[in-house]
């Protein structure tokens, strides 16, 4: 191959590339085409695996890949390579860690905005500010890196545990609890509030809800805008997480702002996400949950049948989208006389 092919155009007098030399060791120096004949694969395969780790494709001849996209790249593509993962989840796995890391890396930028901005001595001078930035984050990613591989093992460790617990094939359901917890009136009170307040709601809902998933054993799936959506390996962490969500309370008005829906029965787990019917009745009990009750399917209310902290009642049928004669309960908890 022509070594000459490798070789971009000069970059124009006086650009900088400070940002690329603080997060990807060097500054750009290939095209696409430059950046899969450097990393051995098809412009195709390379351009397919940019995109699904989130990023636009740029255009033919645009500078923009460095050493480091280089190396991503034959990192994908070796993994592959090695058998463990085949064509189709090759995409899926680097589209399932792009989500990941677009959104974390928003909240991040922002945190090092309002850092910069309260710091400014003028937050108009855009020269200031990005100078600024890149200190900040100079000083932080160390650190931030550290925490986020150290999380990611620890996480790691406990999938493992979960998975080698439950000793099924990886194609196999999964029986689970699946939940959603959905704000009332979300779309009246996100017209009502600022931004930044809207903001701050968001968060406190966010950390709350993740909280109280965290501490009954359970997992947040993901959180979209109004709604989370969580996971627990048995009936009664389901049923303890619900009705410790259905007992909060809004931070404006001091009333219960959230709705929840449970289902439990075999679920279908894929790169960190979960399918199956369970999952589509679980939304769908969410919708007919009053503020501040939960909604069972007949599975989970037989699960805690006998259990005397849970007081399951059957409501009368409804039909919804996809369950034509669905049988929901209202959960709540057992009374004082009915514990041990």
């Not at 007098?13 to 603080?22: D, Q």
């Not at 645009?62 to 190396?71: L, Y």
């Not at 009705?243 to 709705?259: I, Q, T, V």
């Amino acid at each position: 191959m022509d070594e000459s092919q490798h070789t971009p155009p000069p970059e124009p007098a006086g650009k900088t590339h400070a940002a690329e030399r603080l997060l990807l060791g060097s500054e750009p120096r290939y095209n696409r085409r430059q950046v899969a004949e450097r990393a051995g694969v098809s412009e195709e395969r390379a351009t397919r695996l940019w995109r699904s780790l989130g990023f636009a494709t740029p255009a033919e001849g645009d500078v923009v890949f460095t050493d480091a996209d280089v190396d991503a790249l034959r990192t994908v593509t070796g993994i592959h390579d090695t058998g463990l993962v085949d064509a189709g989840l090759e995409v899926a796995l680097s589209r399932a860690i792009g989500q990941t890391m677009a959104r974390l890396t928003e909240w991040q930028v922002d945190m090092l905005r309002r850092r910069v901005v309260a710091q400014a001595t003028d937050p108009k001078q855009a020269e200031e500010l990005a100078s600024a930035g890149l200190d900040a984050a100079a000083e932080l990613i160390p650190e931030v890196e550290k925490l986020q591989h150290y999380v990611w093992r620890r996480h790691l460790l406990a999938a493992g545990d979960r998975m080698l617990a439950a000793g099924l094939e990886p194609s196999e359901a999964t029986p689970m609890t699946v939940g959603f917890a959905d704000i009332v009136g979300y779309t009246s009170l996100s017209r009502g509030l600022s931004e930044s307040r809207l903001a701050e709601f968001l968060e406190e809902f966010e950390s709350s809800a993740s909280t109280m998933v965290t501490e009954h054993g359970g997992r947040v799936i993901k959180t979209v805008g109004d709604e989370i959506m969580f996971v627990a390996d048995t009936a009664t962490a389901g049923a303890d997480i619900g009705l410790d969500l259905a007992d909060r309370l809004s931070a404006l008005d001091g009333r219960p702002d959230l709705r929840i829906g449970l289902a439990h029965g075999p679920v279908l787990r894929r790169l960190g996400d979960v399918y199956g019917t369970v999952v589509n009745l679980a939304s769908r009990l969410t919708a007919l949950a009053h503020p501040g009750t939960v909604m069972v399917d007949r599975e989970l209310a037989k699960a805690l049948e006998g259990n005397p902290r849970y007081a399951p009642r059957a409501l009368r049928r409804v039909s919804v989208r996809g369950f034509a004669h669905l049988q929901p309960w209202l959960l709540r908890r057992g009374t004082p006389a009915d514990r041990p």
